[in-house]
T-cell receptor, first 115, second 117 residues
């Protein structure tokens, strides 16, 4: 079946450094790629997303890049802060059943930002 | 708006028991879905619905039933609980255009932690 691979599974950085999380997807028809942040004991929340007609998108310290040819996309966080510590999930839309748009998620990256 | 509301937040079952996890949203979203989250496994799609009266299976549907009689509600039923169904369950909804399915941001409920003994 379709899947999304996410690396690394854990990432530890010093405050102020950059963090990069990478994902690859298998369904060439995927056209929507969101990233979710989940703090401990909380619900996942969308932090940024990108569609297949765009190569890069930025929102303050967060950016996402997409390489459709290689079928991979990445999350970049600059000037990391302790409050960035969380689990980050990438996802890709897949055609499942009769509906385009269901999301298949990567297994998550636990980011730790050390003061 | 309350957003997506799930009940109960915690539940302990014995093997073989049945139960229903409730999910309601007040954002008039057509698309609703259930995910389960297990350590190291990410979020896996159980069932989804693109509108009232329409449901379909996701990645891991076995052992679960759903129904969608109204736009607001999307309950998940465990027919005969098994220890393998111990997990955290998330309901999520999103805006959907004309039954096309999810077209953007998923809004998640707070989650329901289920333990099956």
């Amino acid at each position: 079946g379709e899947n999304v691979e996410q690396h690394p599974s854990t990432l530890s950085v010093q405050e102020g450094d950059s963090a990069v999380i990478k994902c690859t997807y298998s369904d060439s028809a995927s056209n929507y790629f969101p990233w979710y942040k989940q703090e401990l004991g909380k619900r996942p929340q969308l932090i940024i997303d990108i569609r297949s007609n765009v190569g890069e998108k930025k929102d303050q310290r967060i950016a996402v890049t997409l390489n459709k040819t290689a079928k991979h996309f990445s999350l970049h966080i600059t000037e990391t802060q302790p409050e960035d510590s969380a689990v980050y999930f990438c996802a890709a839309s897949i055609y499942y059943g009769g509906s385009q748009g269901n999301l298949i998620f990567g297994k998550g990256t636990k980011l730790s930002v050390k003061p | 708006n309350a957003g997506v509301t799930q009940t109960p937040k915690f539940q302990v079952l014995k093997t073989g028991q049945s139960m229903t996890l409730q999910c309601a949203q007040d954002m008039n979203h057509e698309y609703m879905s259930w995910y389960r989250q297990d350590p190291g496994m990410g979020l896996r799609l159980i069932h989804y619905s693109v509108g009232a009266g329409i449901t379909d299976q996701g990645e891991v549907p076995n052992g679960y039933n759903v129904s969608r009689s109204t736009t607001e509600d999307f309950p998940l039923r465990l027919l005969s609980a098994a220890p393998s169904q111990t997990s955290v369950y998330f309901c999520a909804s999103s805006y959907s255009a004309s039954g096309r399915g999810n077209t953007g941001e998923l809004f998640f409920g707070e989650g329901s932690r289920l333990t099956v003994l």
